[in-house]
């Protein structure tokens, strides 16, 4: 029978727990016995170290060709608010970004009707020539298999491509949750769970490191919740390629998904965290993605398993165009304060988790 002490004494000797045992502890509501077990589980991977980086978001367009009803960030080509950046503007910010101080910048966008895949692969190309040193961590599954759509390339000759024009790892989203009947609810223009996987896995094999996210809160069930994790575990087990997993609390303003609901609890925010650290034991680090979470929440999960803040952001529109009220930037000051406060050792670091400064 499973008990929270049979959980216990896996996590403790370093055993991976099953589905059905993350699901035990998704029912249970001893938060605070949940938080120590993942707090534990990350101590011995991460020690007292809690990371973040300084990066900037460069969304190029919110012109969208799928129209997922959760996403409030997008439109359709001549909508009020749709907008789409000249290569002038994202090489602006990049090399703004780079004179202040950022190591990466993390580029996502729209699927855009008309914007062929060369824009895509001369705005990274511009990138690499005005700001040298930044990483580009760019572009979801979804938006890699548009581009293999549009040009007629395969997935891996987008990657080649991609690869020699800049691109130097890639961001987690569009995972949304991978259980194809919610994904069928939500988000069903975007390509399946299936091919999200295989599509990480071949970028995996390009030799890219990778994210994985999860967009919870909405009309998704904790055993939905725990198969996502379990893909990305197995997936993980494979190729190793995933850097963190980020679970992304749902944003319910302006979307089309007509929820009865004001957004997560910080409950569930704590629990799907350690949850997220105890079951994926194969992913070093757990990001709390402060944007989504705001900054209180953020900082009280490196108490309960999370080991990644993110980084600065500067302009964030995704969560904001969907009512987040985090601010839309953190200084690096901030959050050296924020994860000091909590008693962990700020490490800034690059994108590929190489330690830049310990604060
Ligand atoms: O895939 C869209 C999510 C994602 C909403 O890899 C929403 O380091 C909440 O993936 N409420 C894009 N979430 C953002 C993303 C991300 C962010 C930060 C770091 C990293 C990383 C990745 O945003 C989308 C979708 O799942 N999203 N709408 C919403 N209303
Ligand atoms: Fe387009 Fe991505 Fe928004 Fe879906 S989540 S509508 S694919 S921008």
Known sequence: MTTFETISAKVRAGQRISADEALFLFNSNDLLAIGELAAQANERKNGRNAYFNVNRHINPTNICVNRCAFCAFSRTAGEEGAYTLALDEICRRAEEAEREGATEVHIVGGLHPELPFEFYEEALAAIRRVAPSLHIKAFTAVEIEYFSRISGLSIEDVFKRLISAGLGSMPGGGAEILVEEVRQKICPEKISGARWLEIIRLAHLAGLKTNATMLYGHLETAAER??????????????????????????????????????????????????????????????????????????????????????????????????????????????????????????????????????
């Open 226 to 359: 725990v198969a996502h994790m379990e893909l990305l575990r197995t997936l993980q087990d494979e190729t190793g390629g995933f850097q963190a997993f980020i679970p992304l609390a749902f944003q319910p303003e302006n979307s089309d998904l007509k929820l009865d609901i004001k957004g997560t609890s910080g409950l569930d925010d704590m629990k799907t965290l350690a949850i997220a650290r105890i079951f994926m034991d194969n992913f070093d680090h757990i990001k709390a993605y402060w944007i989504m979470l705001g900054e209180k929440i953020a900082q009280v999960s490196l108490a309960f398993g999370v080991n990644d803040l993110d980084g600065t952001v500067v302009e964030e529109k995704i969560g904001h165009d969907a009512g987040a009220q985090s601010p839309q930037s953190l200084t690096k000051e901030g959050i050296i304060r924020l994860i000091k406060k909590a008693g962990k050792t700020p490490v800034e670091r690059d994108t590929l988790y190489h330690p830049i400064r310990s604060f």
